[in-house]
């Protein structure tokens, strides 16, 4: 069972920047693609950022380019979120969800994903 496990979260003031890190465990062979979701209280889940562990390759959210770096630490098996120049309407649920499968990555659809953490929150303040 693979498990995934969020730190880093916390409150800054806008401008500010924070780094988020997700842990995984458990499970065999390696995860295809993993990335970054947020949830604001009343609103959707939201794609923000995604990395193909195999290649490094990334995608980002129109929201979040220019200011989020989503990387892998493939040894120690993590993946971080270095969010910067934050602003207010950054606040939600910070989750990192994992895909195992051979088929094509599910980008920024959390539908897709096979599994994921609990989360950690980020609070901006103006």
Known sequence: QVKLMESGGGSVQAGGSLRLSC???????????MAWFRQAPGKEREGVAV???????TYYADSVKGRF???QDSAKSTVSLQMN???????AMYYCASYYSTSMCPL???????????G???TVSS
């Open 23 to 33: 842990a995984t465990s458990g499970g065999t062979g390696r995860s295809f693609c």
């Open 85 to 91: 120049s934050l602003k207010p309407e950054d606040t």
């Open 69 to 71: 770096t989503i990387s």
């Open 108 to 118: 920024l659809k959390a539908g897709g994903y096979n599994y994921w953490g609990q």
């Open 51 to 57: 990395i193909w562990t195999p290649t490094s390759m």
């Open 120 to 122: 950690t929150q980020v």
